[in-house]
């Protein structure tokens, strides 16, 4: 059973970070093209990141590009988000995808980020 869990959510002000970590099983963790997406309310889900099978090559979104950082694990099977200076406008459900593109692959549950003072 393929699961992928996101943990490292949480409320954070404005300017601060947070570290997300995907925690895969059931899958060949180190074959997947890993990537993060985020969705807020009546907004439909956004790509916001992603990492080669073998972690040499990221992109961003132009929205996190340089605030964001992807990386992974593959001996512990596990995607991280580190997320500095964060704003209000990144205030979203997180989740972590397996597989490239928005379309088949494996989806996590998601994590809520909320930025507010």
Known sequence: QVRLV???????QPGGSLRLTCAASGIL??????????????????????????????????SVNGRFAISRH??????YLQMNNLKPEDTAVYYCKAGPG??????GQGTQVTVSS
């Open 102 to 107: 928005r379309d088949g692959g494996y989806w």
């Open 6 to 12: 996101e943990s490292g959510g949480g409320l954070v």
């Open 74 to 79: 593959n001996v512990r099977r596990n995607l």
């Open 29 to 62: 963790f180190g074959n997947f093209v890993m990537g993060w997406y985020r969705q807020a309310p009546g907004i439909e889900r956004e790509w916001v990141a992603s990492i080669t099978s073998d972690g040499r090559t990221t992109k961003y979104s132009d």
